[in-house]
């Protein structure tokens, strides 16, 4: 490890510890029963406000939203996978928790079908 220094490492191990103690907060957080989306479409929609497309796929996202299509929501080009990723480089603490709810709904979709993988598997 050439060039690595003990500050790295204890660097690394930081954002380890956050990136670990933030998903824990996230992952177990209770989801409201009505407008768990809004602050999170809200600063979406003040971003992206002189983008029409970008604003399209927001309203989009509010109207046909289903969990189960998360991964699909995630991975597919707009607002959405932006905005986790920048926000977690960033470590963006607070919109990192306006969408808490979307990470939950990725985390317990590959869950599932991790769980369906390994079925098959046995």
């Given at each position: ?7 790295d ?12 103690a ?8 209770h ?9 999170m ?5 003040d971003?992206?406000?002189d ?6 796929i ?23 996978y ?5 926000a ?9 928790w ?5 990470i ?5 979709r590959l869950e599932?079908?991790h769980?369906e993988q ?5």
């Amino acid at each position: 490890m050439s060039g690595t220094t003990t500050k790295d490492i204890q660097d690394d191990r930081m954002v380890f510890g956050w990136t670990r103690a933030i998903l824990y907060s996230i992952l177990n957080a209770h989801k409201p029963t009505e407008n768990i989306y809004g602050d999170m479409l809200k600063e979406c929609r003040d971003i992206y406000h002189d983008n029409q497309k970008m604003c399209e796929i927001i309203d989009d996202f509010e109207k046909t939203y289903d969990p189960k299509k998360a991964i699909w929501w995630y991975t597919k080009d707009s607002f959405l996978y932006r905005q986790i990723n920048a926000a977690f480089r960033t470590e963006n603490i607070p919109t990192i928790w306006k969408f808490r709810f979307v990470i939950q709904d990725i985390y317990k979709r590959l869950e599932l079908l991790h769980e369906e993988q390994m079925k098959n598997y046995d």
